[in-house]
Every structure is written in C-alpha cells, then in structure tokens.
C-alpha cells in the first residue's frame, strides 16, 4: 500500500528523480520519459472517461489501472534482479494484452470495414480516443528507445502497440459505430 502523508520531498530539486529501485536518475532520463508519457496517456484517458459510459467506461477505467502497473514496471529497472527484491515488482503480462486483443476484436465487430484513412474527430469521445491513441504512440515509441538502451519487460511494448490500436478502434465505435467518421479527401484544398 502507498502511503502518500507529504506531496513535495524536495528530492527532485536538482533534476533528479528516483526509480522504483533507488537508483537516481535524471528526469530527462529514457526511462523517466517512457513511463511519464505513459502517466500523461492516464490523464487524457482520465479526460476521455468524462465522455464515455457503460462498457466503454468500464474498459477505461481497466486501462487506467493498466497503465498504472505500467509504469511501476517501468520505474523499476533490473529485470533480472527481480528474484532477489525484497518485494515482487509488478510487472505487466500478457494476460493484459490478451483482454485489449479480445475487447479490439468484439469492437471491431461491429464496425463496417474502412474504405479510406479517417481524421480524428466525430464525437467528442471519438476525438478524446484519438488523443489518446497517438499519445500511446508516443509512449510506444519512447519505449522502444529506451529498451534500446536498457532491459526492458516486452509486455510492455506490446501492451502499449496493441494499447494505440484499441484506441483507434475505440474512437471509431465512438462514432456511431463508425458511420460518424471523419474520412481523408486526400488533395482537397489543393
């Protein structure tokens, strides 16, 4: 259990942070930009959530909690040395992205296929998701950058690719089942 009683510490007051392990970092760090980005992500899935409700809400909220253990993987660097904490870090599994690929697949079922690339907007929930969506690419793609930098827990990265397609998925149900969309007119204010 966290127990938060004081908010500032007045550790980070130089640029530093810590992770999960101690260790002090940077917090321009690799690591502390993949799992900042992937807290941003939580905000605007926060601000998505205003929009949605019933089973939407519901998948929203799983995915925010999502990305909380997310990030607690993330902070917490030494994959290898996971054995011997004195607590089991919590890492993601790939349990997480088998109930994204399921909730992808029920939702597109209920979409007609695409016929043209489409611009986010529509609904406000669809435009809230495509915020989401390329913020989760962005999460995606810190990640990557760091894991080629230092060991990273792969279910990670899958969860955030498999995460940015849920969301576009998302947005196109949140446009009356995609008959809402906004589509591309490639050359049209030429």
């Known amino acids: 259990m966290v127990v938060l009683n004081k908010i500032y510490t007045r550790t980070g007051d130089k640029g530093t942070t810590a992770l999960g392990n101690g260790d002090r970092v940077q917090k321009h760090d690799a690591r502390v930009n993949s799992y900042g980005t992937s807290d941003e992500l939580n905000a605007f899935v926060g601000v998505a959530r205003l929009q949605a409700d019933g089973e939407m809400d519901a998948q929203l909220a799983l995915i925010q909690n999502d990305l909380f253990d997310l990030g607690a993987d993330l902070c917490r660097p ?20 088998t109930r994204l690929e399921t909730e992808i697949d029920a939702m597109n079922s209920q979409l ?79």
């Not at 947005?171 to 591309?184: I, K």
């Open 78 to 97: 030494d994959l290898e040395k996971d054995a011997q904490a004195d607590y089991p870090p919590l890492r993601m599994v790939a349990a997480q992205v």
């Open 112 to 190: 007609s296929p695409l016929r043209s690339f489409i611009l986010p907007g529509g609904s406000a929930l669809s435009a809230h998701l495509h915020v989401c969506r390329t913020v989760a690419r962005r999460a995606e793609r810190l990640t990557t950058e760091l894991s080629s930098l230092a060991e990273v827990n792969p279910h990670v990265v899958t969860y955030l690719n498999r995460l940015s397609d849920w969301f576009f998925v998302a947005a196109r149900l949140a446009n009356d089942a995609g008959e809402q969309d906004v589509l591309w007119v490639p050359g049209a204010n030429r």
